[in-house]
């Protein structure tokens, strides 16, 4: 839906509008938990201004409604020997075959990522590898498991990447 100015059209209803009053308090405990996930509720609470009992009560409602869908670490790639980062569209081989590219391709957990795309490539990968070696026989891989053509593009640097969305 698009939102205009004109009365009785209708407008984009904002997710979080929908789940507090006050989803400004919401938006901030958001942002901070995305920053540092692991802040205590009284880290939380001088940050958003309210009391810890009431943070601790406004993320428990946004995990019960999904908004907040788990916690994890962020591990650096290069301390764990991966890296090389690479997307790699495929396109099939066959178009008549089925589209099942991202179930044959699951058990390859050098791709971080798989997303559907518009345009001549049906999906693109994102990959994190060891070398050029490893990337060279991943993408034999993925051409087998999904019987696909692949067109890779090698990451030089990442300014930012996995920003949070609030």
């Given at each position: 839906?698009?939102?205009?100015?004109?009365?009785?059209?209708?407008?984009?209803?904002?997710?979080?509008?929908?789940?507090?009053?006050?989803?400004?308090?919401?938006?901030a405990?958001?942002?901070?938990?995305?920053?540092?996930?692991?802040?205590?509720?009284?880290?939380?609470?001088?940050?958003?201004?309210?009391?810890?009992?009431?943070?601790?009560?406004?993320?428990?409602?946004?995990?019960?409604?999904?908004?907040?869908?788990?916690?994890?670490?962020?591990?650096?790639?290069?301390?764990?020997?991966?890296?090389?980062?690479?997307?790699?569209?495929?396109?099939?081989i066959?178009?008549a075959?089925?589209?099942?590219?991202?179930?044959?391709?699951?058990?390859?957990?050098?791709?971080?990522?798989?997303?559907?795309?518009?345009?001549?490539?049906?999906?693109?990968?994102?990959?994190?590898?060891?070398?050029?070696?490893?990337?060279?026989?991943?993408?034999?891989?993925?051409?087998?498991?999904?019987?696909?053509?692949?067109?890779?593009?090698?990451?030089?640097?990442?300014?930012?990447?996995?920003?949070?969305?609030?």
């Amino acid at each position: 839906m698009t939102s205009s100015n004109w009365p009785g059209d209708p407008v984009a209803a904002d997710p979080l509008d929908k789940l507090e009053p006050r989803a400004d308090v919401d938006r901030a405990l958001l942002a901070a938990l995305a920053r540092d996930g692991r802040a205590s509720y009284t880290e939380l609470a001088a940050q958003v201004g309210l009391s810890v009992s009431a943070v601790h009560q406004r993320v428990r409602r946004l995990e019960q409604r999904g908004v907040i869908t788990g916690y994890s670490a962020r591990v650096d790639p290069k301390a764990v020997g991966l890296p090389m980062v690479a997307f790699v569209s495929i396109t099939p081989i066959d178009v008549a075959q089925p589209d099942d590219a991202p179930s044959r391709l699951a058990h390859l957990t050098a791709i971080e990522a798989c997303h559907s795309v518009a345009g001549p490539d049906s999906y693109m990968l994102k990959v994190r590898v060891a070398s050029p070696d490893a990337l060279e026989g991943l993408l034999a891989e993925i051409r087998a498991a999904a019987n696909v053509t692949t067109r890779t593009t090698v990451v030089l640097s990442t300014f930012y990447e996995d920003r949070p969305p609030v």
